[in-house]
């Protein structure tokens, strides 16, 4: 009999490729936690319920309103941290972010489909075209809440105040479908983007057969493979993968 370690009909293991580092996974969980509290209690006052305790509110013992104002300085604390401490993270994003080329378009016109097929448009970038403006549009709406939410704790009322609401309250309307389908493509429910959940919650380390195709480009300078001009028509699908091994 063979041992484990010799067991021909074992399959190898998958190749890997790190895509976040840990930081990133870090200062990303710690965004989206405080984001999704701050949704959830906003959402919950926007809608007349302040005399009501939400879930949130009954799970932690503190009112929607204090909870969403503490949410909200935790979150301004977490940007001033990141543009501290991650500099460099943060000329890498904003430089990836605003690069758009010429094929931008086909990859927008392929990608309805693709989020079920995985046949996505080719792009070299460290972020596809959907991500790119989906990155402008969360941190612009998350630093205009965050500075509007400034403003309205430390204003106490006034034309200011009136402002502030004004501004806060449309880029709440703004970001929370961006939000909402960033949690959807980010959970690899959907058949295109399966696995793309290992790159900020699974060690950072994403299946090659999957950052191939949801980032071709990027896949092949990160792994050293070439990126074929052939190939860029005639992307990875998503199909059955091997099991994981511990």
């Known amino acids: 009999m063979s041992s484990r370690g010799t067991d021909p009909r074992r399959r190898p293991s998958t190749p890997t490729v790190e895509r976040n580092p840990r930081p990133a996974r870090w200062f990303h969980a710690g965004a989206y936690v405080t984001v999704l509290v701050l949704l959830a209690t906003g959402w919950w006052l926007l809608l007349g319920h302040e005399g009501s305790p939400s879930v949130v509110a009954r799970a932690?013992?503190?009112?929607?309103?204090?909870?969403?104002?503490?949410?909200?300085?935790?979150?301004?604390?977490?940007?001033?941290?990141?543009?501290?401490?991650?500099?460099?993270?943060?000329?890498?994003?904003?430089?990836?972010?605003?690069?758009f080329r010429r094929g931008d378009g086909a990859w927008f016109r392929r990608w309805p489909a693709a989020v079920l097929t995985g046949r996505f448009g080719h792009h070299d970038g460290r972020f596809d075209p959907g991500q790119r403006v989906a990155n402008l549009v969360l941190v612009g709406t998350l630093l205009t809440l965050v500075g509007s939410g400034v403003g309205l704790a430390l204003v106490g009322g006034g034309p200011a105040f009136v402002w502030f609401v004004r501004v806060h309250r449309v880029a709440t309307w703004v970001v929370t479908p961006v939000i909402v389908g960033h949690v959807v493509i980010a959970s690899g429910i959907l058949p295109g983007y399966r696995g793309v959940w290992r790159a900020m919650h699974g060690g950072g380390h994403l299946r090659v057969p999957d950052a191939q195709r949801v980032w071709p480009g990027w896949t092949a300078r990160a792994t050293g493979a070439p990126d074929r001009p052939e190939q860029r028509d005639r992307p990875t699908r998503p199909g059955p993968r091997p099991p994981d091994r511990t």
Do not use: K, P, Y
């Open 60 to 99: 932690t013992g503190v009112s929607d309103a204090d909870l969403h104002t503490v949410s909200g300085w935790v979150l301004a604390g977490l940007v001033l941290l990141a543009a501290v401490l991650g500099a460099r993270g943060w000329r890498t994003f904003w430089r990836e972010s605003v690069r």
